[in-house]
């Protein structure tokens, strides 16, 4: 933990070094253009941030649908082997009852 306020301490003190180093060398102008390049930057991570959670959230949502549809697959088929098994049943039945009609 004391690791990670290190580094968010370094990285707001080299942003305000930089910031300085602007101004010095560009003036207001300098240091608002820094300031919008900064701006920009964090506007751009939190898109991608944003992003990154919608493509997690579709992921599972897909990954649900999936399992969902492979549910019903094996469903459907388990009642095509059952309707199989009947229609076997009812032409051996057919076939029984004119084997035994034609003796």
Same mark, same amino acid.
């Given at each position: 933990? &004391?690791? =990670?306020? %290190?580094?968010?301490?370094? +990285? !707001?003190?080299? /942003?305000?070094?930089?910031? @300085?180093? +602007? &101004?010095? *060398?560009? #003036? ?7 300031? /919008? ?9 939190? *898109? ?8 997690? @959230?579709? %992921?599972?949502?897909? !990954?649900?649908? %999936?399992? @969902?549809?492979?549910? *019903?697959? #094996?469903?459907?088929? =388990? ?6 098994? &009947?229609?076997? &049943?009812?032409?051996?039945? +057919?076939?029984? !009852? ?6």
């Amino acid at each position: 933990m &004391f690791k =990670a306020i %290190r580094r968010r301490a370094q +990285a !707001a003190q080299a /942003r305000v070094q930089s910031a @300085l180093q +602007a &101004f010095l *060398l560009g #003036g207001p102008v300098g240091l608002y253009i820094v300031i /919008r390049q900064a701006r920009l930057e964090r506007r751009i991570r939190d *898109l991608s941030t944003q992003m990154d959670m919608e493509r997690d @959230l579709h %992921r599972r949502h897909i !990954a649900g649908m %999936r399992h @969902l549809q492979n549910d *019903l697959i #094996g469903r459907q088929q =388990a009642l095509n082997i059952t309707a199989i098994q &009947f229609w076997n &049943f009812c032409d051996r039945k +057919a076939a029984e !009852a004119r084997q035994g009609g034609a003796s």
